[in-house]
């Protein structure tokens, strides 16, 4: 953990307050202490077979510590990453956890725009879902693969209306050398944040052309391009392609690299 922020210190702001806010088999999330200082702390649990593909691989909470440090270093708006910690047993990571600064006033993209006011709704979603869109391709730009790009995974901060976006829940992300616009890759994120199953039910075909347009900063005809390739792209596909990515990069690639001594990719 870093100097600034011990396990003591997370311990007394547990033993102020302590909330749990998710509990399930995977993952048990807690909101520690009051005010300003408050904190969100994740812990990963890993049973049976989760719990054998951790032997020798980076902990869940680790891999998060990492993206949200990187993707704050490029500038983009995130959850502070503040500590992190594992168990591990039999090289195998028993949990971890990863514990994070409360952003103030902030509810999930999805929450707020099932419950936006009726009397601003149409404005305040025009402007919440083009920010998202620009959101993305900020990280894209910077060469950061989200790989759970999902409205859930983003903040809203403050008032809708002034639509101040946030990412949180990075632990699958990927950092790249390169922009990502136009790839193939890009369209795994592209693809959970506007035109999966879910997203076609939550959004309108507008609301989802807005998304692009404002991906491609106003490119329509870019846009219509990469209309026409999510369109087409199968839930089976998208499922395959992401898992091969994020194996491949994660599980092969990082840790060769890792082990020859290279230092990991910083968005640009």
């Known amino acids: 953990m870093?100097?600034?922020?011990?396990?003591?210190?997370?311990?007394?702001?547990?033993?102020?307050?302590?909330?749990t806010l998710k509990a399930e088999p995977g993952a048990t999330v807690e909101l520690l202490g009051r005010?300003?200082?408050?904190?969100?702390?994740?812990?990963?649990?890993?049973?049976?077979?989760?719990?054998?593909?951790?032997?020798?691989?980076r902990s869940r909470a680790a891999r998060e510590f990492a993206n949200l440090s990187a993707v704050a270093a490029a500038g983009v708006l995130c959850t502070e990453a503040l500590c992190w910690r594992e168990r591990r047993r039999f090289g195998c990571v028993d949990e971890s956890t990863l514990v994070t600064r409360l952003l103030p006033d902030s509810r999930p993209l999805k929450q707020v725009l099932r419950q936006l006011d009726p009397a601003t709704q149409f404005a305040t979603r025009r402007a919440l879902i083009a920010a998202a869109g620009r959101k993305v391709a900020r990280l894209h730009r910077h060469g950061f693969l989200w790989c759970?790009?999902?409205?859930?995974?983003?903040?809203?901060?403050?008032?809708?209306?002034?639509?101040?976006?946030?990412?949180?829940?990075v632990p699958s992300g990927i950092i790249f050398d390169h922009a990502l616009a136009?790839?193939?890759?890009?369209?795994?994120?592209?693809?959970?944040?506007?035109?999966?199953?879910?997203?076609?039910?939550?959004?309108?075909?507008?609301?989802r052309l807005r998304w692009l347009l404002a991906y491609c900063d106003g490119d329509r005809?870019?846009?219509?391009?990469?209309?026409?390739?999510?369109?087409?792209?199968?839930?089976?596909?998208?499922?395959l392609g992401c898992a091969l990515t994020m194996f491949w990069h994660l599980y092969v690639l990082l840790p060769l690299?890792?082990?020859?001594?290279?230092?990991?990719?910083?968005?640009?």
């Open 2 to 19: 870093p100097p600034s922020v011990t396990a003591a210190d997370v311990e007394c702001l547990a033993a102020q307050h302590c909330t």
């Open 35 to 57: 005010g300003p200082a408050a904190v969100i702390r994740k812990t990963y649990h890993n049973r049976g077979r989760r719990w054998l593909q951790t032997f020798g691989r």
């Open 148 to 169: 759970t790009a999902m409205p859930r995974n983003v903040l809203v901060v403050g008032d809708p209306r002034a639509a101040r976006l946030a990412v949180c829940d």
């Open 182 to 207: 136009g790839s193939s890759l890009a369209l795994i994120d592209l693809f959970d944040a506007a035109f999966s199953p879910s997203r076609r039910a939550d959004f309108s075909a507008t609301e």
């Open 221 to 239: 005809a870019a846009a219509r391009r990469l209309w026409r390739r999510l369109d087409r792209r199968s839930v089976l596909r998208h499922d």
């Open 257 to 268: 690299r890792r082990r020859q001594g290279h230092k990991p990719d910083s968005p640009r």
